[in-house]
């Protein structure tokens, strides 16, 4: 690559977790799991990219949400977007009550609504679906609160390692 703008978008398509903002992101996904459960959900990095680098290629499910009235993902690791067999870009512009049955929202928002005021749950279970309609349950999936530096609260993550497909 030569280094024009084309060159940077199609290497930012191929590794999203390189973008400023999003290495800022996940940066702050890896040190709000450590601070409200209290373990790491990585080894970090020796630097902020190498963590980004690490969460997006790790080996379990990483999303998060904004803090909007119908939050929005604004990230998803490798695994993750396999899982919803969706590109980051389209899993990034997808409101997150969309990875939920239409009818199984009302329970994953108590939930969420829960997490947010305990600052974490680490027994969530729950039926998703994938944007080619596949239904697929997680277990034992951890919710918690983001927060920036200053500890606002930004947004909310979950991870999980455990999902089964289920029949159509």
């Not at 390189?18 to 020796?46: K, Q």
């Not at 190498?50 to 993902?73: C, K, M, N």
């Not at 279970?125 to 609160?145: H, L, P, T, Y």
């Amino acid at each position: 690559m030569d280094g024009s703008d084309t060159d940077v978008n199609v290497a930012k398509a191929m590794a999203p977790w390189r973008g400023v903002n999003l290495v800022l992101h996940a940066n702050r996904l890896v040190r709000s799991f450590r601070r409200v459960v209290g373990r790491d959900l990585i080894e970090p990095g020796s630097d902020a990219l190498e963590t980004a680098r690490r969460l997006y290629e790790a080996p379990f499910v990483v999303l998060s949400h904004g803090v909007q009235d119908d939050p929005i993902l604004n990230y998803g690791n490798a695994c993750a977007l396999t899982v919803w067999e969706m590109s980051f870009a389209d899993f990034t512009l997808m409101p997150s009550r969309g990875t939920a049955e239409a009818m199984l929202r009302e329970e994953r928002e108590r939930l969420l609504a829960i997490a947010a005021q305990k600052g974490f749950i680490d027994d969530y279970a729950g039926v998703r679906i994938s944007a080619s309609g596949r239904r697929f349950q997680i277990e034992n999936a951890i919710i918690w609160n983001v927060t920036d530096e200053q500890g606002a609260r930004i947004g909310q993550a979950a991870t999980f390692d455990r999902w089964s497909d289920l029949e159509a």
